[in-house]
């Protein structure tokens, strides 16, 4: 199955995640757990100069990763790359809508590759994240989910 | 003001280059589980985001006089981390520097598996706070009255 390829102007299927405070809190704890820290404790936070807990810039790092794995599969897994940069404090109660605009489509080391503004905004439409980002034609392949249901199935298996 | 004077004597002390060395962890199913519910994304290819490896080694070395709290991200992506294999992380200080009055300090972190694949490679850009003078989000409280 082939997917669509996108041109310059046209924009991705886009991303809406609530953030709540559990999340905020969980999301310091999963893969390393960071602690108690500003994005997860009051009182840290406003140790570290803040009135409240803000979600942490990784925390919509991943909302644009999904933006990206959703409408480019296997072309953004492998070799996608994003530059962002965090503009404006979110917080636990927000809707963040993770954006791409395509912005040109050229080739490089003589592969197309597709690079877009991305950008997270709240529910006020204010801009909270803000970078580029770049990846291959989209892909309709999931791989990396077929590798790990076969390593899943071998494991059952034995 | 002169960017020597708006540098902490904390931040001109670290230089350029410098080597953070490396840590090891084994990314689980339970990890991988665990991230993927809590970012509402069942598919999420790389749970790493929330790991924060150019953080960590930063920490290791700097935590006692340096903050460098995220302002960015700059990453390349090059194989999904495989649940129950070894990440090794190594990372450096690849640059600092002043802009608009503030100082910063970019750490690059590398991660590859233990079968040597390459999984990431990604930059922190960290304002740098100095421990014990500079609380680390009063900026954004001043700008954002967060």
Redesign the interface.
Known sequence: MMAAELKAGDHLQAVV?DVTND?MV??E????D?GRN?HSDINV?K??????T?A????Q???L??LM?RNFGDA???????????I??VYAGDRLTANGLVTEVGVVDGKPRVTLQVWCENQDGRKTGV?TASAGQPSAK?S??D??AK?GAARVAS | MSEAEVGSKAWQSIPVGDDLGTLDYVLTEQMVADYRRVVDNPQAAYPTVAARHPANLFYRKYASIMRVPNMGHDSEYFNPPVAGKRITISGRIKDKYIRRGNAYIIVEATAVDEDGRMIESSCLVGLAREVGSQAAHEKIAKKWGA
């Open positions: 995640r999340k969980e999301f704890k999963v893969v390393w960071r500003s936070a140790a570290d100069g803040i009135s409240r803000i942490s810039g990784q925390n790092m991943a909302f990763h999904e794995e953004w897994v492998y070799g996608g790359k994003i530059s962002a940069r965090w404006h404090p970078g999931r990396w989910m590798a790990r390593a």
